[in-house]
Structures are given as structure tokens and as C-alpha cells.
């Protein structure tokens, strides 16, 4: 099970302890690194991984994916692979004046949602008396640091840094059903000549089933006896879909339904929970 302190610490991270450790945090970012940025749960790890075996050709690990695409904190070391000596930082925080240019990934809400519920109840982090409570939780912004999804993502992209044109938006369902297209838009966007061969192989070496064994070798990943608290988990489109119960769908509406509209993201009245899952190929982390 989970240490003490890391609960201590997931607290922590909600409270007013936290402006202070993020500032620090966010010192050394060079206006030539680009963020690698999302609300968490949205497939940041998997881009990360990506964007690793393209850029060095090396296969990234759990372990030591931080020693080249950074987080935000410990992103000194990252390696320069941009130009202008430029790092790529991950980070799941608000906008920040701070960020000069940034990748964002977005994914569905509800997939979000289902995600971090399955994995923060496997780490020991979830002390809300049930799932109702869990949902209400996470829609009003209280269940991490970084706010609410709804709120997160019009932040992002209605921020100086997109007007200017220095955020690129990416949809998680766009990286999973045209992963090799979606690639070449963010190489392109980092300003890297990169060969397609280059971007297949990377693909190819990050699968569902290729992640998960490393997530298995990770030695310091926690890991799950269970299905649904794994870190690597199936990465699905619309996986919530016979997840959650009707009422609890029009209260993610309630809250999140203008972002999602804005995003494309259909209502649950709209869609059919017979249809079947499109074949995809990568993988979410």
C-alpha cells in the first residue's frame, strides 16, 4: 500500500502550502523550453514516451523518462533537444505566464474522470465515502491541485501564450486513432525536421502491451494486482460509456457540458453505449 507521506503529501497539494512550493518550482523555465501540458490523466506519459524514442531514438522507461522530458521541479537536468537549447517540461498546472510556448493534450472529461478515480483509489487516495461523492468531488476542482477540467482547459486556451499562437491543442482521441498524423503536427510544431520511418517506430514501440511491461519492470512505479488500477491502463475513447449511471452523467454535464461542447466531446444522450470501440493502436498512461 501506499506510504503515509505520499498521502500526507496528496493533502498538502490541495492546500494553501501549495502557491509557495509551485513558484519554486517553476524557476529556470528558458523561453525556448516547451510544455508538455494537460489536465492529468489525459495521456501526458504516453506523448512523453513518444516524443522520447523520437528524439533520441532511445526506448523511454517509468524510471528514467524524467532524465530527458522532465516535470515541472526537477526539469533542470531535462536534455536540450530543441532548438535554442529548448527542453520539453511536463506539467498539469493552470497557465502560467511563466510557460513561453506549450503542447496541450485534452481528453474527455468523463474519461478523465474514470481514470484517476480507479488509479488514485489503488494508491490509497481516495477518502470520499463513494463514487457520487468522488464525481461531485472532482467536478467542483477539489480532488487535486489544478482546479477543475472544465475550468483548466478554457484557461489554457484562451491564455496570451494560444492567442500568440504558442500553444499547440492536441486531442487524446486524435493521438490514439491517428497517432503517426498527430506526431508529425507536434514535430512540426516544435520546429524539427523528423523522418516519418522515425515517428513509426517510435509508435511501434509504444504500445499498450509495451508500456504495461515496462510499468511491470518499473522499479519504482507502484503497481496494481487489479485491472483497473494499473498506471497504464487500456487508453480508451469513450471507455466511460456503461460507467457511470444517468444521473451521474447529467451532473458532468451540468458542470463541464459548455468545455465539452466547446471541445467536441458529445453528450451521453447522443451516443450510443451499443457501439463498438474504434480499433486504436497506442496507449495512455
Known amino acids: 500500500m501506499p506510504s503515509t507521506y505520499r498521502k500526507i503529501r496528496h493533502k498538502a497539494s490541495k492546500t494553501f502550502l501549495r502557491a509557495p512550493i509551485i513558484w519554486m518550482r517553476h524557476r529556470g523555465i528558458d523561453r525556448n523550453d516547451v510544455m508538455v501540458a494537460s489536465y492529468p490523466r489525459s495521456g501526458n506519459t504516453w506523448l512523453r514516451f513518444l516524443l522520447t524514442r523520437i528524439l533520441t531514438g532511445k526506448s523511454a522507461g517509468f524510471d528514467n523518462v524524467n532524465s530527458v522530458i522532465a516535470e515541472i521541479g526537477i526539469h533542470k537536468d531535462a536534455l536540450p533537444l530543441l532548438p535554442g537549447e529548448g527542453r520539453l517540461i511536463k506539467t498539469h498546472e493552470l497557465y502560467r505566464p ?10 474527455d472529461v468523463r474519461d478523465v474522470l474514470l481514470s484517476q ?74 520546429g524539427l525536421e523528423v523522418q516519418s520511418r522515425v515517428i513509426a517506430e517510435a ?18 512505479l507502484h503497481k496494481s494486482t487489479r485491472e483497473e488500477g494499473r498506471f497504464v491502463r487500456k487508453g480508451a475513447i469513450m471507455g466511460w460509456r456503461e460507467k457511470f449511471t444517468e444521473p451521474q452523467l447529467e451532473l458532468i454535464e451540468q458542470y463541464a457540458g459548455e468545455t465539452m461542447a466547446r471541445m467536441g ?21
Open 98 to 107: 511563466t510557460y513561453k510556448r506549450a503542447i496541450y493534450l485534452i481528453r
Open 203 to 220: 509508435i511501434a514501440d509504444n504500445t499498450v502491451e509495451k508500456m504495461r511491461a515496462r510499468e511491470e519492470r518499473s522499479q519504482k
Open 117 to 190: 478515480y480507479s488509479r488514485e483509489n489503488e494508491l490509497g487516495l481516495v477518502w470520499w465515502g463513494n463514487f457520487d461523492s468522488y464525481i461531485k468531488a472532482f467536478l467542483d476542482g477539489t480532488i487535486n491541485g489544478f482546479g477543475p477540467w472544465q475550468e483548466h482547459i478554457p484557461l489554457w486556451l484562451d491564455s496570451p501564450l494560444a492567442k500568440r499562437g504558442d500553444v499547440l491543442a492536441v486531442k487524446f482521441a486524435d493521438m490514439r486513432r491517428n497517432t503517426q498524423e498527430t506526431l508529425e503536427r507536434i514535430v512540426d510544431f516544435l
Open 265 to 285: 466531446f458529445p453528450s451521453w444522450k447522443t451516443v450510443l453505449r451499443k457501439d463498438a470501440e474504434p480499433e486504436l493502436t497506442g496507449a495512455n498512461a
